[in-house]
């Protein structure tokens, strides 16, 4: 039947790769809440620089995660305990700054925003995001392991089938 096989299981995977990675990529978590409160704090326009470096930070994360480098990095006895303690404390210290900075109104103009360098800082450091990119990963490669079984099983079926039709032709 023409449109069907391996395409279709192709396109049905990259699917449910992007409907996953739209919901955790999307849910709260620091990057996310930080964009929103950049945007409401200095509007559009200033917030830009700071977005477009969390969502490189977060592109960066997703080719560490693809390529291994993480799982290569954290599989180093001592390494993942040290990662784990860093993205923690850059995210402890990101969260004392705002619960001792001051209210909008005292700050008058003098609130700097964030820039560039503070935006994929947070991506790269977020621990969610490694977590989160990494359980997509992992669904995906499920699934083609999954598929990939089933084709083998299919073609072994078949196969075992001609014999057996081959057989009988040549025995009857």
Request: glycine share 12%; proline share 5%.
């Amino acid at each position: 039947m023409a449109g069907s096989g391996l395409g279709d299981a192709s396109w049905q995977q990259v699917l449910a790769l992007v409907v996953a990675a739209t919901v955790v990529m999307g849910s709260p978590g620091p990057a996310t809440i930080s964009v929103t409160a950049v945007g409401a704090a200095f509007g559009l326009r200033p917030s830009l620089g700071y977005t477009a470096g969390v969502v490189l930070g977060t592109i960066a994360v997703l080719l560490a995660v693809a390529a291994g480098i993480f799982g290569l990095l954290t599989s180093v006895p001592g390494v993942a305990p040290v990662l784990a303690i860093l993205s923690a404390a850059y995210i402890l210290y990101l969260a004392s700054k705002i619960a001792t900075a001051p209210p909008f109104a005292e700050r008058g103009s003098t609130a700097t925003k964030p820039d560039f360098l503070g935006g994929f800082t947070l991506a790269v450091a977020n621990p969610k995001a490694y977590v989160a990119i990494g359980a997509v990963f992992a669904g995906a490669a499920s699934q083609a392991d999954a598929l990939e079984r089933d084709e083998v099983i299919s073609g072994r079926i078949l196969h075992w089938r001609s014999s057996l039709s081959t057989r009988r032709v040549s025995c009857g």
